[in-house]
């Protein structure tokens, strides 16, 4: 499971955060390629193991997708949850279940996770984006299910003025998994 350049590649989404809309999005990966979580025989089962998570917030109502602007007011919570099925939602459309879908430190699906505060949000005097769960290159997160879901949810008093691009490059590698840890890790990946 060590970092080794040579077995590393990406994958990434994005989703579109509808301007003037608040509530919860999402976008969902599908990762069965990458992942067989059933063992056989002398074959072990093989995992996505996530090393780093990388997240852009971009304006797409410019076309060159740049930065949202300084009166950018929105402000939303984002993150990537293994295995959520909730498949690809425009904001405001869903309603997240609580518990298994919440951006917490103690959510066990919780790949990686940050907030990101406009500059006329009142929050910042500059737009910050803030990673604050992540996975690291010494102790990856690994996903034994076939979806991770990148969801948001959009403060409805701070909505976002133009629409705008949420996405999330993962850093990743196929891994093989012996039992014991394979079972470990479906255990805890359960919704």
Do not use: H, W
């Not at 990762?31 to 059933?38: K, T």
């Not at 007011?73 to 405001?92: E, F, K, R, W």
């Not at 500059?119 to 984006?129: D, K, L, N, Q, V």
């Not at 996405?167 to 990743?172: G, L, Q, S």
């Amino acid at each position: 499971m060590a970092y080794d350049l040579k077995n590393v590649f990406y994958l990434d989404t994005s989703a579109t955060v509808t301007k003037g809309t608040g509530g919860s999005g999402s976008a969902q990966l599908d990762l069965s390629a990458y992942i067989d979580p059933i063992a056989r025989g002398r074959t072990k089962g093989t995992g996505l193991a996530i090393y780093k998570t990388y997240y852009s917030i971009t304006n797409v109502e410019d076309a060159n997708e740049v930065a949202p602007e300084p009166s950018e007011t929105g402000a939303m919570s984002y993150g990537l949850i293994a295995g959520a099925g909730l498949g690809d939602n425009a904001t405001g459309t869903i309603q997240i279940p609580a518990g298994a879908f919440t951006f917490d430190a103690s959510n066990q699906l919780l790949v990686s996770a940050g907030n990101f505060y406009g500059m006329a949000s009142g929050a910042t005097t500059t737009p910050i984006g803030m990673e604050y769960i992540m996975p690291s290159k010494d102790v990856p997160y690994v996903i034994v299910r076939d979806n991770v879901c990148l969801q948001y949810n959009v403060a409805t008093s701070a909505q976002f003025e133009s629409n705008t691009t949420l996405a999330v490059r993962m850093e990743c590698a196929q891994i093989t998994l012996d039992q014991a840890t394979l079972n470990q890790l479906l255990r805890t990946q359960t919704v």
